[in-house]
């Protein structure tokens, strides 16, 4: 097989001249240094390169293109430093690193541990514990506290498993889900997070503010009198708490720490102190507090009982007089459950912390191990202490039966303090980063920073501002479920993105923490989801809304981010796997579809016949495939990605189901038989190749007018896409390698297709015209393979008319009825090939009357000789028959096609077979020129396979 040289160079394959292109020629231009090379004709293909492209001039011809850096453009992905500001993260997230970065300074004790406890005992430890055992009874609060607690710990585990695996940044559990799931993920789940988030500091501010009136208000247990209990009042006292907050976090993260610290110590104080009562207090009566009215009798601490545990065993649930309702399990589960949703406080100071691999896993299980052990162990001592009436009619028990109330009162405060601390410093940390990610785009952006540095002052102000609107709830007990069902999102969403890092199987999914796996996560994720239905159903739906409505927000916004998507991993897993049970050797013809490898150099110069091959393939495969010619440099590599990326950029603008490959080689010829041979996998590869045409067939170099610049038109990708082309011949092929495709495309046993004129519209025609071979002499071989291309043009007309935008065109069935051929046996033997092969369509017959062949340009006489007439008589007389030459049965055909189906959308006819000698190329495409010369779009056909039993 004759290979060209390397100056023989193709527009139908071949796209911007390159290094090699270059140096094989010798030459370079200072206009190709200054800008990309471009031709016009109908083949030539350049590279597609959109706006985060730039060009970049180079000592090669064709020059490069360079991605535009992200903070030209203003998008990128940077998390949180040390101060709550710009983190840049390292570099397996991919995120920008900045030349100064402040020193994390929080250690797992203070920037993990202690935010931990001091959010998981918050409001439940002191205030809601005894409502708990109450309503619940001993044994299903025990249980509560299991399934919440194993809920954590499964969620723990897939936590500890992606913090270990690389480093976090800024936006603690936000940061992760986002690197795990990808941004549309991600960024919803990080705004429900942040919404959880400012809910807890509410609850929590909502508790103090309930214990400072049990001490201080009309029947206070510390100053009776000192404090009204009015709604609005109590308002007032939680927005004054809340301003307090909102100081401490604008000051920033080191002064939490310390704050943290002191109240840690005071609630530790507390709790000792609530312990020794529980054992050096007898038997005392206590009174009703005064928001309580259903309740007017004295309420007995008995101390140490048996018989009071054995009547607190078993759940009585009934009247929550906070609320003036009955609750049930889900209500009370609610509730304790947010006594087990602190543990993640650590994580979202992660920007602040040392270490955060480290000091997150370790310090949070440390954490839940520590408030485990003293909910247990407390709920016991209550259960053997404690009777039912008062545990249900006394919410703030523990203060009322302690030997020195101010203690456990301080102790209410600085734990119902700390934990509205922790979450508010927390929602503002996650606000920072998702505007940082620039998510939601320019109504997130101001939240970056603050007042003339890095903290998230404005971050804050809008929790303030959310915070301060959920005050209005009142009742800790009303907001509680909203509470724990944002938090369960939040644990399931972190089990899920676990459990796709794990299944997806990466090779940098190495976590340092290995006590977990995929069944761990599967569980959580799995539990969590059941039991925010099982809290309240109403609200889960709507949480799950919210959620799908910011995934497709921010997928619409598609937000230009580097971090990785777990969705293509995992679907990478599945596709593998798939692929391996997909046996070509099972192929069967009933099952038959077109595979189409379409090779061009320009796909917006082919645009009408990329989308009409992209209708054409019936969910099947299609490629489109483009040589570059050259050396295997660095140069020519760097221009195949630009040109694959080019591609890719190309069929999501246009919404096209394609793949692209770019490869070199030094002819054109070359690479078009690489592709051919080696363009798919496993079973899924092409069937057929498609092709444009050379429309300066005159012109041996194939070449049209050179122009720089190729502007795309709007309705093929938008005017700032820019294609370089090959100009002055370099990286272009002659006729003869044109010819040469095509013939191993047949030895290779590949149907052909040729399109041509789509560039006209085909909206303006209504029907499909398929042109059948002409009837003439055949032998038996020849007689099966004209019977095959026609049954292979009749299959791909129909697989046309079933795609949706073709439905509503008819299909004709063109007829050429040879002279010495029966008309209507003729229109008979078409209607029973079309009934047999189930395709709606009309037959209209065609005859060769004298004057037809003649305005041709063919002599009648010479064709009636050529003809199925001529034939028989020669077989009569014994003369030698010669057919009708190629040529002249391509002018034949085409002066019918012109006059009978100039306005047909598209016209399928027969493509004459490619020759095997190298020196009838020319006339070849010449012969294929005049038959498709001035019609409709056109495909010329010719089938190898069998598509149909």
């Keep these: 097989m004759r290979r060209a040289s390397a100056s023989e160079q193709v527009p139908l394959l071949l796209g911007p001249g390159s290094a090699a292109g270059d140096s094989a020629t010798g030459s370079s231009t200072t206009d190709s240094n200054e800008h990309a090379t471009a031709t016009t004709s109908a083949d030539g293909l350049g590279a597609i390169h959109p706006e985060a492209y730039q060009w970049r001039p180079s000592k090669h011809a064709a020059g490069v293109f360079t991605p535009v850096s992200t903070a030209a453009s203003g998008r990128g992905s940077p998390e949180t430093d040390g101060s709550g500001g710009v983190d840049g993260g390292d570099d397996d997230d991919g995120s920008k690193q900045h030349k100064k970065k402040p020193k994390k300074k929080l250690s797992m004790f203070f920037g993990v541990v202690v935010p931990n406890i001091l959010s998981i005992f918050s409001v439940i430890l002191f205030l809601r514990l005894g409502f708990t055992l109450g309503q619940a009874g001993y044994?299903?609060?025990?249980?509560?506290?299991?399934?919440?607690?194993?809920?954590?710990?499964?969620?723990?585990?897939?936590?500890?498993?992606?913090?270990?695996?690389?480093?976090?940044?800024?936006?603690?559990?936000?940061?992760?889900?986002?690197?795990?799931?990808?941004?549309?993920?991600?960024?919803?789940?990080?705004?429900?997070?942040?919404?959880?988030?400012?809910?807890a500091s509410a609850l929590y501010i909502i508790g103090l503010v309930e214990g400072l009136v049990a001490s201080f208000g009309p029947t206070g247990n510390i100053v009776e009198g000192g404090l009204d209990d009015g709604r609005w009042v109590m308002f007032g006292y939680a927005s004054a708490v809340l301003g307090f907050c909102v100081i401490v976090c604008m000051i920033g993260a080191d002064f939490f720490a310390k704050t943290t610290f002191f109240i840690f110590l005071v609630v530790v104080a507390s709790i000792c102190a609530v312990f020794v009562s529980l054992f050096v207090e007898g038997d005392k009566q206590l009174a009703a507090p005064a928001d309580n009215p259903n309740w007017d009798a004295p309420l007995i601490y008995s101390g140490f009982d048996k018989d009071t545990f054995s009547d607190n065993l078993k759940p009585e649930f009934g009247l929550d007089y906070t609320a003036s309702s009955s609750v049930a399990f889900a209500d009370v589960f609610a509730v304790l459950f947010n006594g087990c949703t602190g543990f993640m406080a650590g994580a979202n100071m992660s920007g602040e912390l040392a270490d955060p691999s480290v000091a997150i896993p370790r310090g949070t299980f440390i954490s839940m191990g520590v408030t485990l052990v003293i909910y247990l162990v407390l709920t016991t001592l209550l259960a053997f202490t404690c009777t039912r009436d008062l545990l249900q009619n006394n919410y703030g028990v523990l203060q009322d039966i302690n030997s020195w109330p101010p203690i456990v009162a301080v102790g209410i405060w600085c734990a119902t303090l700390s934990a509205g601390l922790s979450t508010l410093i927390g929602a503002s940390r996650i606000l920072q980063a998702l505007?940082?990610?620039?998510?939601?785009?320019?109504?997130?952006?101001?939240?970056?920073?603050?007042?003339?540095?890095?903290?998230?002052?404005?971050?804050?102000?809008?929790?303030?501002?959310?915070?301060?609107?959920?005050?209005?709830?009142?009742?800790?007990?009303?907001?509680?479920?909203?509470?724990a069902i944002l938090f369960l999102l939040a644990y399931g969403a972190t089990n899920l993105a676990c459990l796709a890092l794990e299944l997806a199987s990466a090779s940098n999914w190495r976590p340092t923490f290995k006590y977990f796996s995929w069944h761990t996560s599967a569980l959580g994720f799995v539990v969590t989801t059941g039991l925010m239905f099982m809290i309240e159903p109403l609200y889960t739906l709507g949480v799950i809304f919210a959620v799908l409505v910011l995934f497709v927000i921010i997928a619409y916004r598609?937000?230009?981010?580097?971090?990785?998507?777990?969705?293509?991993?995992?679907?990478?897993?599945?596709?593998?796997?798939?692929?391996?049970?997909?046996?070509?050797?099972?192929?069967?013809?009933?099952?038959w579809r077109p595979q189409i490898l379409f090779l061009t150099a320009n796909p917006i110069r082919n645009h009408g016949a990329v989308m009409f091959l992209n209708r054409l393939k019936k969910g099947g495969l299609f490629l489109v495939g483009q040589v570059t010619i050259g050396e295997l440099d660095a140069a020519t590599v760097q221009l195949v990605r630009e040109r694959e990326i080019a591609f890719l950029r190309y069929k999501d603008?246009?919404?096209?189901?394609?793949?692209?490959?770019?490869?070199?080689?030094?002819?054109?010829?070359?690479?078009?038989?690489?592709?051919?041979?080696?363009?798919?996998?496993?079973a899924l590869h092409p069937n057929t190749v498609a092709v444009?045409?050379?429309?300066?067939?005159?012109?041996?170099?194939?070449?049209?007018?050179?122009?720089?610049?190729?502007?795309?038109?709007?309705?093929?990708?938008?005017d700032n896409w820019l294609f370089e082309h090959a100009s002055n011949g370099r990286g272009r092929a002659t006729l003869e390698q044109y010819a040469g495709i095509l013939y191993d495309a047949q030895m290779l046993n590949k149907n052909i297709l040729i399109l041509r004129n789509f560039d006209k519209d085909v909206a303006l025609g209504d029907t499909v015209d398929v042109w059948l071979p002409i009837s003439k002499p055949l032998s038996e071989s020849e007689h099966d393979q004209a019977r095959r291309m026609t049954l292979f043009i009749l299959q791909l007309a129909a697989v046309l008319?079933?795609?949706?935008?073709?439905?509503?065109?008819?299909?004709?069935?063109?007829?050429?009825?040879?002279?010495?051929?029966?008309?209507?046996?003729?229109?008979?033997?078409?209607?029973?090939?079309?009934?047999?092969?189930?395709?709606?369509?009309?037959?209209?017959?065609?005859t060769f009357s004298k004057s037809a062949v003649e305005d041709s340009g063919v002599d009648y006489k010479s064709f009636q000789r050529r003809s199925l007439s001529g034939a028989t008589a020669a077989v009569r007389h014994g003369t030698v028959y010669s057919p009708l030459s190629v040529t002249d049965t391509c002018v034949l055909s085409r002066s019918f096609v012109a006059q009978h189906s100039a306005e047909a959308a598209v016209v399928m006819i027969a493509l004459p077979p490619p020759p095997g000698d190298q020196r009838d190329y020319g006339g070849y495409v010449s012969s294929i020129e005049q038959l498709s010369s001035g019609l409709r779009p056109t495909v010329m056909v010719f089938g190898k396979a069998q598509v149909t039993m």
């Design 653 to 682: 603008r246009n919404k096209i189901k394609l793949f692209a490959k770019v490869v070199i080689d030094r002819t054109v010829r070359g690479g078009a038989e690489s592709l051919m041979l080696a363009a798919g996998l496993g």
């Design 801 to 846: 008319q079933s795609s949706h935008e073709w439905r509503q065109r008819r299909l004709r069935i063109m007829l050429r009825v040879a002279p010495g051929c029966s008309l209507q046996l003729e229109c008979e033997r078409a209607q029973a090939l079309i009934s047999e092969q189930r395709i709606s369509a009309t037959i209209h017959a065609v």
């Design 558 to 591: 598609q937000p230009l981010t580097d971090w990785g998507y777990i969705s293509q991993a995992l679907i990478y897993h599945q596709v593998r796997k798939y692929l391996l049970l997909l046996d070509e050797r099972l192929d069967h013809v009933k099952y």
């Design 692 to 718: 444009g045409f050379p429309e300066a067939v005159d012109d041996p170099t194939l070449q049209d007018e050179d122009s720089d610049i190729v502007k795309v038109p709007d309705a093929a990708g938008g």
């Design 139 to 199: 044994l299903v609060t025990i249980a509560m506290f299991a399934l919440g607690y194993f809920v954590a710990c499964l969620t723990v585990q897939s936590l500890a498993a992606i913090s270990t695996n690389g480093a976090v940044a800024g936006g603690g559990v936000y940061f992760m889900i986002s690197r795990a799931l990808g941004p549309e993920f991600g960024g919803a789940i990080g705004l429900i997070f942040f919404f959880a988030n400012v809910s």
């Design 435 to 483: 505007a940082m990610d620039d998510l939601f785009g320019a109504p997130f952006r101001i939240f970056v920073g603050g007042f003339r540095s890095k903290e998230p002052h404005y971050a804050v102000l809008f929790s303030w501002l959310v915070v301060q609107a959920l005050l209005l709830l009142g009742e800790v007990n009303s907001i509680a479920p909203i509470v």
